[in-house]
């Protein structure tokens, strides 16, 4: 486990605070003096993923260097629905360049810092930012590129597989048999296709960079705590949260906390985290669910669940869950208090 | 900063974007009625209670338990906790051992010397309250906390009730029920013993501007059973109170009870541990159908108590009695066999049931009496005006918890009629059930579970059986209390509102919605561990 | 101080005295050595501090640039051709969000096909990107302009572009007159960055705009470019107090006075144009030259004011406008709106064709005599062009066309078809 899980305290180790808990055993959410980094009256879509998953890692990178904190971010939904003139929703001081440079802008600026003395007193700290196209597809070149040279950068990819932000296309990171505006859930294999995308967390432990972890929107104390420890390294570190999207799931929008979770509980989505290259701890699922209960929610599979179900593409998802829960050491394990 | 127009903007300018025009649904705060609250006769609030045991702070969890129920410690032993059984916990792991915290804070209180809150300023008015078992105590509380000043006229020697003369001191250390009663006398409870009443309208001329009664039920139902004449036959009540006594009653080496209620177990536990070698419940039907609780026949079970099943006595000789074999029919009732038994018995205990003693009311006007039961309206008042009655006298479920809560009910609905008003309860919240919850957020923690006396002293001595939690098990076990319907400070919908929409206010003071900029998404409402937030539809 | 180097040692040597912070390098030639040699600075601490940063590629150079110069550094890079191209969503984002980068160009041709040799085809790509375009003509002034490039970048807080010939300019060696660091550091000023990223005084950079803003700051930008043509005569006029030498502005002239022919140019055939012209008017020809040191903002004003008492006017530029002509010829025309004079558009040197006096001579005399075409295709060979045409007018599928020439010249082995 990527933290101490708080003690026996009723709700503890997973809601947001408890108002019993010592503050220290808070999560940063929980603190009305958080720095509420993405400020309310962005435009994000009602119960949006992202939004969350932002203010989430942001703040705890926040909490983590006393403030001291500078964004790049790419072109995506994160951007456009924070900063549309004449408004930003940013209280950090936070840049966009282009969709597909935002690893190489972080680089540039943590270079600035290097150079100029400030990345060590005061120690301000450089987070890059982007959606799962930004990330996975054409900013790929530049995150490698990051990677390698282990830059000074903590990237964090959100995850919401598929470009979202111009209706829902495909990307490397869409899973398989989801619907999307260029895959279609039409002909003999509708939806995504099997045997394709990528796993960008597995790439970047590739790199043997410092820090590889993978989060979700539904574990805040996890997060925070990827967080937290990403920003004791210095070097290229990546965090790929996975933030669940009502418009491109198909899912009603108080939901998208459950989604998360139900991708972690099913072990759709592997929670882990890898210090040079080698995975340190996995979060285990704690209920363990059958991955229909994740796919049926969602209208991006609804073909899937149509008068005949697709029983085998299912089967398939399944099998995919399953080599996670075998791969990472998933298997729900009985809880400590 | 001489910035770029419109490329570069000033931090957090976005909030002059009120994001709320585009919300259709609202979310609103709200507490629910929990479901253990909903299933306590007595009316108590122990979601609210069990609030500030999370805490610690086990006095300010007494005084809110007390608002409701002057008699925890009591409580804490001998309720038959149906709030457990409403315990939403129940779908997560075990319910919450509710009635162990309330034990607990009970007995903490006797040692720490805690007292009630001071009443209400005086209001000049009299209540005669007959009996001081569990309604006429809780009627007395309530009606004094309101100011009036109630006075109990008890017959008996002691007070208490059947709380004394008919639960066994295994269950209910007589300690603990004194030090309850001092605490309501040493409130302004007026007490006089041996003082019975025989015709309340007479008792009522002393000066009592209502009455409440609360005899309860001591008169054993009989069954005949032709029986020679060495054996005893003695009734439950009898040997029961014949406990409170400075002799035991003496039963002999090989006792048979008959019924299958709690008085029948109460009975055969107790001849164990008055030295009978077989104590032996014979009832007429199967164990599914027997009214006692399962978890007292268990520890009958366990202490060697034997149960015939499907069985009736036919009669009883001098060192024996007849039992007929019983068979259901195709409705469930028992049904004679024919097939008879002979078993060895010093004395036969009948556990058939109890009525009350109404003669004191023989000349009340107006009152209506139907099965033995003297019949009431929602505020506990009989037929006649003033005069208000509870308890087993009143109500079918005979139990402590039942009463006190008619005490408490009817306390209110005299402050009422004495004023000149009718007493509305205050209208109930939807109960937070579990499908209104999220229970992904509490952390599994199985039960506590309280101590056993070992078996030996169990059949040999009457200490009491179950023991008591210490303050961390009994702080352990109150954090397992999900608080189904009121917030309990979570941070949860603060935490994941995508659009900064919760606003903090502070230890205690909860949450509040900035509708400015909640898009009414549904965030919270479906992360709200304990369903205290619900989804309006906006109007527009 | 006079030395005999090579024109990308040159370029670096005055760069780093430029006291760059942050350097992102990608090779490609003919820019290479440039930041080879600055690499080598940076290592043996002799540039310091500056961060030296190998990128994965241009579009990652200029990235990274764009992040360090918003986080407040100094920010160079170098590129050239296919390299410019790759990077051409963040050339356009960096003038964009108004980061004063300064960046060489080493300028080579652009393929398919692909050619390492030089002329303007990858800088004039990206006139319209919204950078200053400053060209060079000789390795002296490809080392001043840099200099001039940082301070106007930073006063502008926009981005400039030095181009400078790939090979003719880069590779060659010749005797320079480098500057002292005393000299650089009195005319360059320390970087004040007009906006930068810094958690004391946070800010967002890089908003989304709308329509109902985007002309104003589309507008903006050229209005801001208009400015530079204002401050760039008097940063070249205090270059020359501080370093003694004319080097920038907006346009050289040479022997226009009475000329009745002018000829365009930009870059380092106006060395082999001016002796050329310096041999005509031996001859009696009114023959000038008006070279182009700022391509963008382009000086109109001045371009006019240069060529209004010609008869006629040579555009001889290295870049093509496939489809139309010229590039710089066009830029030229709309300085000349209403002037009633020949113009001729000159396409020559491309990808490395040879400029030659005796072609120039040719050129210049059929000029003077208006027995040029409007549209001039310097030392085209004609004979393998029509063969190729035929070609194609003969078989649909005639397969491709620079091997196709390559074996009429006789570079790639016959084959059968």
């Known amino acids: 486990m990527s933290f101490q899980p708080v003690k026996f305290y009723q709700t503890g180790t997973f809601t947001v605070g408890n108002r019993l808990l010592p503050p220290e055993e808070r999560s940063v959410q929980a603190s009305a003096k958080r720095f509420n980094s993405i400020n309310s009256g962005h435009r994000a879509c009602q119960g949006c993923g992202e939004a969350l998953g932002a203010r989430y890692a942001i703040d705890a990178a926040m909490e983590a260097t006393d403030g001291q904190v500078i964004a790049a971010n790419a072109t995506g939904c994160l951007e456009v629905f924070s900063t549309p003139y004449p408004e930003t929703s940013w209280q950090i001081p936070w840049i966009h360049s282009l969709f597909g440079n935002t690893a190489a802008v972080a680089t540039g600026i943590a270079a600035a810092l290097k150079v100029k003395g400030l990345s060590q007193n005061p120690k301000t700290r450089v987070v890059a930012q982007g959606g799962d196209g930004g990330t996975t597809d054409i900013g790929f070149g530049c995150l490698s590129g990051m990677f390698e040279r282990n830059d000074d950068v903590l990237y964090i990819c959100y995850d919401n597989g598929g470009y979202m932000n111009t209706g829902v296309q495909r990307s490397s990171a869409t899973p398989p048999a989801a619907r999307t505006a260029t895959t279609m859930a039409v002909g003999p294999e509708p939806g995504n296709v099997f045997g394709q995308g990528k796993f960008v967390p597995a790439i970047a432990m590739a790199h043997n960079i410092p820090y590889v972890a993978t989060a979700t929107v539904a574990d805040l104390r996890d997060l925070e705590a990827k967080v937290r420890r990403a920003m004791e390294f210095r070097g290229a570190r990546y965090i790929h949260i996975l933030v669940p999207c009502p418009l491109g799931w198909g899912t009603p929008s108080q939901d998208t906390i459950k989604m998360a979770r139900l991708a972690k509980e099913t072990g759709i989505f592997p929670v882990f985290e890898a210090e040079h290259g080698e995975i340190k701890s996995v979060l285990a699922i704690r209920r363990p669910l059958p991955v229909e209960d994740y796919l049926r929610p969602q209208k991006r599979y609804a073909h899937l669940f149509g008068k005949t179900p697709a029983l085998a593409t299912i089967a398939h998802i399944q099998e995919l869950a399953d080599r996670n829960i075998r791969k990472y050491g998933l298997q729900a394990r009985k809880e400590g208090h | 900063m001489d910035k770029p127009f419109a490329i570069t903007l000033d931090p957090g300018s976005s909030l002059a974007n009120r994001t709320g025009s585009w919300r259709t649904f609202r979310p609103e705060y709200l507490d629910r009625l929990p479901p253990c609250n909903a299933a306590c006769p007595a009316g108590e609030n122990i979601q609210g209670w069990l609030f500030h045991a999370e805490s610690g702070d086990y006095e300010k969890a007494w005084q809110s338990l007390v608002e409701n129920n002057p008699l925890p410690a009591i409580m804490g032993r001998v309720c038959y906790h149906p709030c457990e059984g409403g315990c939403n916990r129940q779908h997560v792991d075990s319910a919450v051992g509710i009635n162990s915290v309330e034990r607990f804070l009970g007995d903490e209180a006797r040692k720490q010397g805690w007292k009630f809150a001071p009443p209400a300023a005086s209001t000049g008015k009299r209540v005669l309250v007959v009996g001081s078992g569990p309604a006429g105590l809780s009627a007395a509380y309530h009606l004094t906390r309101l100011g009036h000043q109630a006075v109990i006229y008890e017959a008996a020697p002691l007070a208490g009730g059947m709380m004394r003369f008919g639960i066994p001191k295994y269950r209910l250390p007589r300690e603990v029920l004194d030090a309850e009663i001092k605490r309501l006398t040493d409130f302004g409870v007026e007490l006089h013993l041996q003082t019975k009443v025989a015709d309340v309208l007479q008792a009522m001329k002393d000066g009592f501007d209502a009455v409440f009664l609360g005899v309860g039920a001591h008169i054993a139902k009989r069954a005949y059973i032709p029986a020679g004449d060495a054996n005893k036959v003695l009734d439950a009540v009898a040997v029961l109170r014949g406990m409170e006594g400075h002799d035991a009653p003496m039963l002999g080496r090989k006792v048979v009870v008959y019924g299958g209620g709690n008085t029948a177990i109460d009975v055969a536990r107790t001849a164990r541990r008055l030295g009978a070698e077989e104590a032996i419940i014979v009832y007429r039907r199967t164990r599914d159908k027997m009214p006692a609780h399962d978890f007292e026949v268990e520890e009958a079970l366990q202490e060697g108590i034997s149960i015939k099943w499907l069985s009736t006595i036919k009669e009883a000789g001098e060192s024996d009695i007849m039992v007929e074999k019983m068979a259901l029919d195709d409705k469930g009732f028992p049904q004679p066999t024919g097939e008879f038994e002979r078993i060895e018995a010093d004395s036969v205990v009948l556990a058939l049931g109890q009525d009350a003693d109404l003669s004191l009311l023989e000349n009340v006007p107006g009152l209506v009496v139907e099965g033995g039961l003297i019949q009431v309206d929602a505020g506990m008042m009989t037929g006649h005006p003033g005069v208000f009655a509870g308890g087993d006298m009143a109500g079918s479920e005979r139990t402590v918890t039942v009463a006190v809560g008619h005490g408490k009910k009817a306390a209110r609905a005299i402050d009422a009629w004495l004023r000149g008003e009718v007493y509305a309860p205050p209208p109930k919240p939807e109960i937070a059930t579990i499908e209104r919850m999220n229970s992904w957020y509490y952390s599994d923690a199985p039960k506590t579970m309280r101590p056993v006396l070992d078996i030996i002293r169990r059949q040999s001595t009457f200490e009491e059986v179950l023991g008591g939690l210490d303050e961390s098990n009994a702080l352990f076990e109150a954090r397992r209390c999900m608080s189904c319907g009121n917030c309990f400070e979570c941070d949860n919908c603060y935490g994941v509102c995508p659009d900064n929409a919760v606003i903090k206010l502070g230890p205690g003071k909860r949450f509040r919605f900035n509708y400015d900029y909640c898009k009414g998404c549904g965030i919270c409402a479906a992360e709200c561990p304990c369903g205290a937030i619900r989804m309006v539809a906006e109007e527009n | 101080m006079l030395k005999q180097t090579e024109g990308s040692r040159a370029v670096a040597e005055a760069v780093a005295m430029c006291r760059p912070e942050v350097i992102c390098a990608y090779p490609i030639s003919p820019q290479t050595h440039i930041v080879e040699a600055l690499g080598e600075m940076v290592k043996d601490g002799t540039l310091s501090p500056c961060e030296f940063i190998n990128v994965e590629s241009e579009f990652a150079a200029m990235s990274v640039a764009i992040g360090s110069a918003a986080a407040g550094a100094r920010s160079y890079t170098a590129t050239a051709s296919q390299g410019l191209l790759f990077m051409a969503e963040a050339v356009y984002n960096a003038s964009g969000l108004g980061l004063p980068i300064v960046m060489t160009v080493a300028n080579r041709a652009i393929g398919a096909p692909i050619n390492i040799w030089n002329d303007h085809s990858d800088a004039l790509s990206q006139r319209d990107s919204g950078w200053l375009q400053l060209f060079a003509e000789t390795n002296q002034e490809a080392l001043d302009l840099h200099i001039q490039a940082f301070r106007l970048a930073e006063e502008l807080s926009l981005p400039v572009m030095v181009c400078m010939d790939g090979f003719i300019l880069t590779h060659a060696y010749e005797r320079v ?64 107090s501080v370093f003694g030498r004319d080097s920038g502005g907006l346009t050289h002239t040479y022997r226009t006075e009475d000329a009745e022919t002018i000829i365009v140019a930009m870059g380092s055939v106006l060395g082999t144009i001016k002796d050329v012209i310096d041999e005509m008017r031996e001859e009696g020809h009114k023959i000038g030259v008006l070279g182009i040191t700022l391509f963008r903002p382009f000086p109109l004003a001045r371009v006019r004011e240069s060529l209004q008492g010609a008869k006629r006017v040579v555009v001889l530029e290295k870049s093509m406008a496939v489809g139309l002509g010229g590039i710089l010829s066009t830029n030229v025309r709309m300085a000349l709106s209403g002037l009633h004079m020949h113009g001729y558009t000159v396409i020559a040197g491309l990808g490395g064709r040879a400029i030659t006096k005796k072609s120039l001579h040719g050129l210049f005399r059929q000029a003077g005599q208006d027995a040029l075409e409007p549209l001039t295709f310097l030392d085209l060979d004609w004979n393998m062009v029509n063969k190729q045409l035929e070609r194609e007018k003969a078989h649909r599928r005639s397969g491709p066309v620079a091997e196709n020439l390559l074996r009429d010249v006789g570079v790639v082995a016959a084959r059968n078809y």
Do not use: C, N
């Open chain 3, 177 to 240: 007159d480098m500057p002292t660091q005393a000299q650089v550091d009195a005319y360059l000023p320390k970087y004040v960055p007009r906006q930068v990223l810094d958690p004391g005084e946070p800010v967002s950079i890089g908003a989304m705009v709308g329509p109902e803003a985007f002309m104003e700051v589309r507008y903006l930008a050229h209005a801001k470019q208009m400015e530079a043509l204002e401050l760039i005569p008097s940063y070249a006029a205090e270059f020359k």
